[in-house]
């Protein structure tokens, strides 16, 4: 709280300089943080002040912390940014930048900009851009750098060592080295602590780990970070499909990617099209377009459910009380899948829960819901009975839908996710809008049936 507080008065301090023309005043101020705020405190600028102001403080930071802050800004802030200053110090900041976020600035500018970047660009480095730029979006090349360390194995580790310091600085990480033969198949890993515990004359071969774990170039992002997570690696190692090592894929590029899905299955489990744009950046049409898809087909779900209720209406008329009770069943039922859904689509998610697990999720699922439904019917026979003063028919009728909804509810929820697994759909479409539009029409029939044997109508 301290913390936000205190960048909160640096921030108005900035605003307030800026506003007065006081620019080297808010060079000094702002310098003060470190490149992580500094980007968080342009953003602001940006909001308050408009980006024309941004602009000009940003042109007043040091080159080397330019192009810091530039990595850490969002891309909509980089591409204001770059069509606000001129090609020289555009080659600047691509050129200082990490070649990974370099990549990713890339491919978001006009073509005609990334043309002449490229013109100022070796040849080397041109071809290396345009192999990187043209993996697909959410692959593990379009993730990975080729800012690695890379050894020999016949190395000794004082040649190891020496080799780290003179390139390590131009490296994403040198924590973890590479070891590739003389056709650049990655054959080892070893890690900066074993060279540097180790006898100057060993070699590295005698050091590195052969049993390695990698991913290819075309593996989805959304595999790899599993692989993160799994393990708790800091890099991954990236090949082709001959075995040679292109690159590494860091955690920090990672990090980004579990936002990227995780976001990504919320808008799926509330039922919108996935975007990659911020809520307060997305036009209203846009929000509009995203959303009104899947609200139109669970809207013609609910139509087959009305049609259901109308089958039943000289029964409604018979006993007019079944009415109100059906919100409080279809509502249940609803709640209840999506529990299931929820935990299951989370489960299989984070790789708790398998394709193989089907039967046990099956069971525990029935087992779940035979206790929740016996609860909530018996709470609900003594209201029906007791504060609502309906026979004892009336309340066996609600009282036995509620059971027989909340299991159903529950199996529909924990196996849909999975059959959609199955069929190679996102679990996470299986999710509230789609559970409940379902269970509403299991409620709806269980409870006309059961009304229809209990009541005899």
Same mark, same amino acid.
Not at 154 to 159: F, G
Not at 170 to 188: F, S
Not at 400 to 419: D, E, Y
């Given at each position: 709280?301290?913390?936000?507080?205190?960048?909160?008065?640096?921030?108005?301090?900035?605003?307030?300089?800026?506003?007065?023309?006081?620019?080297?005043?808010?060079?000094?101020?702002?310098?003060?943080?470190?490149?992580?705020?500094?980007?968080?405190?342009?953003?602001?600028?940006?909001?308050?002040?408009?980006?024309?102001?941004?602009?000009?403080?940003?042109?007043?930071?040091?080159?080397?912390?330019?192009?810091?802050?530039?990595?850490?800004?969002?891309?909509?802030?980089?591409?204001?940014?770059?069509?606000?200053?001129?090609?020289?110090?555009?080659?600047?900041?691509?050129?200082? !930048?990490?070649?990974? &976020? $370099? +990549?990713? @600035?890339?491919?978001?500018?006009?073509?005609?900009? %990334?043309?002449? #970047?490229?013109? /100022?660009?070796?040849?080397?480095?041109?071809?290396?851009?345009?192999?990187?730029?043209?993996?697909?979006?959410?692959?593990?090349?379009?993730?990975?750098?080729?800012?690695?360390?890379?050894?020999?194995?016949?190395?000794?580790?004082?040649?190891?060592?020496?080799?780290?310091?003179?390139?390590?600085?131009?490296?994403?990480?040198?924590?973890?080295?590479?070891?590739?033969?003389?056709?650049?198949?990655?054959?080892?890993?070893?890690?900066?602590?074993?060279?540097?515990?180790?006898?100057?004359?060993?070699?590295?071969?005698? !050091?590195?780990?052969? &049993? $390695? +774990?990698? @991913?290819?170039?075309?593996?989805?992002?959304?595999? %790899?970070?599993? #692989?993160?997570? /799994?393990?708790?690696?800091?890099?991954?190692?990236?090949?082709?499909?001959?075995?040679?090592?292109?690159?590494?894929?860091?955690?920090?590029?990672?990090?980004?990617?579990?936002?990227?899905?995780?976001?990504?299955?919320?808008?799926?489990?509330?039922?919108?099209?996935?975007?990659?744009?911020?809520?307060?950046?997305?036009?209203?049409?846009?929000?509009?377009?995203?959303?009104?898809?899947?609200?139109?087909?669970?809207?013609?779900?609910?139509?087959?459910?009305?049609?259901?209720?109308?089958?039943?209406?000289?029964?409604?008329?018979?006993?007019?009380?079944?009415?109100?009770?059906?919100?409080?069943?279809?509502?249940?039922?609803?709640?209840?899948?999506?529990?299931?859904?929820?935990?299951?689509?989370?489960?299989?998610?984070?790789?708790?829960?398998?394709?193989?697990?089907?039967?046990?999720?099956?069971?525990?699922?029935?087992?779940?819901?035979?206790?929740?439904?016996?609860?909530?019917?018996?709470?609900?026979?003594?209201?029906?009975?007791?504060?609502?003063?309906?026979?004892?028919?009336?309340?066996?009728?609600?009282?036995?839908?509620?059971?027989?909804?909340?299991?159903?509810?529950?199996?529909?929820?924990?196996?849909?996710?999975?059959?959609?697994?199955?069929?190679?759909?996102?679990?996470?479409?299986?999710?509230?809008?789609?559970?409940?539009?379902?269970?509403?029409?299991?409620?709806?029939?269980?409870?006309?049936?059961?009304?229809?044997?209990?009541?005899?109508?």
């Amino acid at each position: 709280m301290e913390n936000e507080m205190t960048m909160d008065v640096i921030v108005q301090t900035i605003l307030e300089l800026l506003k007065q023309k006081k620019y080297s005043k808010a060079r000094d101020e702002i310098l003060k943080n470190n490149s992580v705020d500094i980007a968080e405190i342009i953003e602001e600028v940006i909001e308050e002040l408009g980006i024309e102001k941004a602009i000009v403080l940003f042109r007043t930071l040091p080159k080397d912390v330019s192009a810091e802050v530039f990595a850490y800004l969002p891309i909509d802030d980089q591409l204001d940014i770059i069509n606000g200053i001129n090609d020289r110090e555009i080659q600047h900041i691509i050129d200082e !930048l990490d070649f990974d &976020d $370099m +990549i990713d @600035v890339l491919e978001e500018l006009p073509a005609n900009l %990334v043309d002449k #970047i490229l013109e /100022k660009s070796t040849k080397e480095e041109r071809k290396l851009i345009n192999t990187f730029l043209n993996y697909p979006e959410t692959s593990a090349g379009s993730l990975m750098t080729p800012d690695y360390i890379s050894l020999r194995r016949d190395m000794t580790v004082a040649e190891a060592m020496a080799y780290i310091k003179k390139e390590g600085m131009d490296r994403e990480t040198v924590y973890t080295c590479y070891v590739k033969d003389a056709g650049r198949k990655l054959v080892g890993i070893v890690s900066l602590r074993n060279l540097v515990i180790s006898d100057d004359n060993m070699k590295v071969e005698s !050091l590195m780990h052969e &049993d $390695m +774990i990698y @991913v290819h170039v075309l593996d989805d992002q959304e595999d %790899v970070s599993d #692989i993160f997570k /799994k393990y708790g690696f800091l890099a991954i190692p990236v090949v082709d499909n001959e075995q040679r090592l292109v690159g590494i894929i860091t955690v920090d590029d990672i990090l980004d990617v579990i936002d990227e899905e995780t976001t990504e299955d919320f808008q799926k489990m509330a039922g919108m099209a996935v975007s990659t744009e911020e809520y307060l950046d997305m036009s209203v049409w846009h929000h509009v377009k995203n959303r009104v898809p899947w609200l139109f087909v669970l809207m013609c779900s609910y139509i087959i459910t009305g049609s259901i209720i109308r089958n039943f209406e000289a029964m409604l008329s018979q006993v007019i009380v079944l009415v109100a009770y059906m919100p409080m069943l279809m509502g249940t039922g609803g709640n209840s899948g999506s529990q299931s859904a929820t935990l299951v689509i989370r489960g299989m998610a984070l790789g708790d829960v398998e394709l193989r697990d089907v039967g046990k999720v099956l069971w525990k699922e029935l087992r779940v819901s035979f206790i929740i439904g016996v609860v909530l019917s018996a709470l609900n026979f003594a209201r029906v009975c007791w504060l609502d003063g309906e026979g004892p028919l009336i309340a066996l009728t609600v009282c036995g839908a509620m059971l027989v909804i909340v299991m159903a509810a529950k199996t529909i929820g924990s196996m849909l996710p999975m059959g959609a697994k199955k069929l190679g759909i996102d679990p996470a479409l299986m999710a509230s809008p789609m559970i409940a539009s379902l269970t509403d029409m299991v409620s709806v029939c269980t409870y006309f049936a059961l009304a229809t044997i209990i009541l005899g109508i």
